[in-house]
């Protein structure tokens, strides 16, 4: 893989890659949203800290060297394993088709993934060996 990077200087435009991350929900405001008209006698108005949400969501996100090709947030109470990711990988290549049509019709599209334990499972192999 090394050898190829260093002959084909459009090997990493080949490539995508993705990553499930945690989202925290947080509700801001801004110093601007907070800002509030006193007179000069009354005490200044207390701004609260930022506190971690305990609602989260976990995001899947794809992207190339030109950026997101495809985002999804996996539906509350879901979980990713080898059936869910396997469709979120078809989810994937109709919207590489879709973004990047020049990608599938060359067929030099490589996935990069981690070694989670959905990404490992036999389905999801013989899914992408096709």
């Not at 893989?1 to 990493?12: E, G, Q, R, Y």
């Not at 108005?45 to 971690?52: G, Y």
């Not at 090709?69 to 979980?79: A, C, R, S, Y």
């Not at 036999?122 to 060996?129: D, E, M």
Request: glycine share 4%; hydrophobic share 35%; net charge neutral.
């Amino acid at each position: 893989m090394i050898a190829t990077a260093d002959s084909d200087p459009d090997f990493f435009k080949t490539i995508v890659t993705g990553d499930e991350p945690w989202c925290f929900a947080y509700d801001p405001t801004t110093k601007r949203q907070s800002a509030a008209w006193v007179e000069e006698t009354s005490p200044r108005p207390k701004k609260l800290r930022f506190q971690k949400s305990r609602v989260k969501t976990m995001l899947m996100i794809f992207f190339d060297w030109q950026g997101v090709i495809h985002k999804e947030f996996v539906p509350e109470g879901e979980t990713v394993n080898a059936v869910y990711y396997k469709c979120a990988i078809e989810r994937l290549l109709n919207r590489i088709r879709c973004v990047r049509p020049g990608m599938c019709e060359s067929g030099d599209c490589l996935l990069l993934h981690n070694n989670a334990p959905s990404h490992n499972e036999t389905i999801v192999k013989q899914f992408l060996a096709q």
